[in-house]
């Protein structure tokens, strides 16, 4: 029997499109859920934070428990869950007596399923036996990106025609994507990236320089994405002077859509790219970005780089994983579960900081914006201490 991989992929790829609807599509609905249930506007900032807390949750219980249960059992949960969430957030706020408990529920449910592909599609792929692996990795992310557009410009249509009311019809509808990924990764070929029992032990890790180092890369992409991300419809809005609608599908659409080409660059030309230099280029790019966005007056040049700040995170996350995973063979799932942890962290920091330092400046969004550059700085800084310490060492003699 061959072992067809390719099914392998297509189940992660759709993995990580049902991660993107878990992300996008109820952010969507805040202002529907606001005016139709009376939930107040700061208990509905409630829905993203159990979101993200809940996805921090799992990707700690991944680094110690998933080995023990196994890849396949965990990635069905995970698709079972994504689609019991999303449809529970078409009935639950109805029949409890709280709807903003319905709504908690039913996301806390999908976050699980969010948390888990998270973690597990990177080493599933990783396993897979290609030829070009940081090629696959970012390919894969990549998918992340075009879910994320594809929610929220499909979405965007269906209330354009259906009208916002009919948006459970909608929240049933995405459930179909991880209903019939269940299957693919029930019957696809599933590898281990270490032998059972043989992944280094927490305490290795930990004693690990490059882990830590890697850490801090993640820390710094998931921050320069998401600080960058969240606030690219609030600048959208007061740059081109669009509604509010129109500037969140040109502003994180955009981000998004810049995002995954980048990705996809990599994955079709990876083999010919230097990995640690495109990293270090991007982090440039990143930085000058967050300047432009910072100190420029002209408003039309600062959605530039808003813009192409996506393109330039394109490719730390999934590199970062990359460089890690190819010069620690053996970290086993633990290994991709903190590193899912510290790029949750640093997405759930990073924003907050922009809006913290935005805040005691006088809501001067610039200045904001100015603090996040710290985040592509230190990248840049830990990339350039990588790649001395192990940039010019054969990738392939692991110790």
């Given at each position: 029997m061959v072992?067809?991989?390719?099914?392998?992929?297509?189940?992660?790829?759709l993995g990580f499109i049902t991660q993107a609807i878990a992300a996008n599509f109820a952010p969507l609905l805040f202002l529907k859920f606001h005016t139709?249930?009376?939930?107040?506007?700061?208990?509905?900032?409630?829905?993203?934070t159990v979101f993200y807390l809940t996805q921090l949750a799992v990707d700690i219980f991944c680094s110690f428990f998933v080995d023990r249960i196994g890849y396949r059992k965990c990635v069905v949960v995970s698709e079972l869950c994504a689609a019991a969430g999303l449809i529970g957030l078409a009935f639950l706020p109805d029949l409890l007596p709280n709807p903003l408990a319905g709504i908690i529920i039913s996301v806390m449910i999908y976050a699980v399923g969010s948390g888990l592909i998270e973690v597990l599609g990177s080493p599933i792929v990783e396993a897979c036996p290609f030829d070009h692996k940081e090629a696959a990795m970012s390919l894969l992310h990549s998918f992340y990106c075009w879910g994320s557009v594809?929610?929220?410009?499909?979405?965007?249509?269906?209330?354009?025609?259906?009208?916002?009311?009919?948006w459970k019809w909608l929240a049933c509808i995405?459930?179909?994507?991880?209903?019939?990924?269940?299957?693919?990764?029930?019957?696809?070929?599933?590898?281990?990236?270490?032998?059972?029992?043989?992944?280094m032990k927490i305490g290795t890790l930990f004693q690990t320089?490059?882990?830590?180092?890697?850490?801090?890369?993640?820390?710094?992409?998931?921050?320069?994405?998401?600080?960058?991300?969240?606030?690219?419809?609030?600048?959208?809005?007061?740059?081109?002077g669009l509604s509010k609608t129109v500037g969140d599908l040109a502003g994180p659409c955009m981000f998004a859509v810049t995002m995954g080409i980048s990705r996809v660059i990599y994955g079709k030309r990876g083999n010919k790219l230097d990995l640690m230099k495109f990293m270090i280029g991007s982090g440039c790019l990143c930085l000058f970005c967050y300047i432009l966005a910072s100190i420029s007056d002209n408003p039309?040049?600062?959605?530039?780089?808003?813009?192409?700040?996506?393109?330039?995170?394109?490719?730390?996350?999934?590199?970062?994983?990359?460089?890690?995973?190819?010069?620690?063979?053996?970290?086993?799932?633990?290994?991709?579960?903190?590193?899912?942890?510290?790029?949750?962290?640093?997405?759930?920091?990073?924003?907050?900081?922009?809006?913290?330092?935005?805040?005691?400046?006088?809501?001067?969004?610039?200045?904001?914006?100015?603090?996040?550059?710290?985040?592509?700085?230190?990248l840049i800084i830990s990339l350039l201490l990588l790649k001395s310490r192990y940039g010019n060492k054969n990738a392939e003699t692991h110790h």
């Open positions: 072992k067809n991989y390719k099914k392998t992929l297509t189940a992660c790829y139709a249930y009376h939930i107040p506007l700061g208990k509905i900032a409630l829905i993203s594809g929610v929220i410009l499909l979405s965007t249509a269906f209330f354009a025609v259906w009208g916002v009311d009919s995405w459930a179909v994507i991880p209903v019939y990924n269940i299957y693919n990764f029930a019957t696809c070929p599933i590898e281990y990236t270490v032998e059972d029992g043989n992944g320089p490059l882990f830590w180092m890697s850490i801090i890369l993640m820390v710094c992409a998931g921050a320069s994405e998401l600080a960058m991300a969240q606030w690219a419809s609030a600048y959208t809005e007061s740059a081109l039309f040049l600062g959605l530039i780089g808003c813009i192409m700040c996506g393109f330039s995170v394109g490719i730390m996350w999934p590199g970062t994983i990359s460089i890690c995973s190819k010069r620690l063979p053996n970290g086993g799932t633990a290994m991709f579960a903190f590193l899912a942890t510290a790029g949750d962290l640093g997405g759930a920091f990073g924003p907050g900081l922009v809006g913290n330092i935005t805040q005691s400046a006088n809501n001067d969004l610039k200045k904001g914006m100015l603090a996040g550059c710290i985040f592509p700085l230190v």
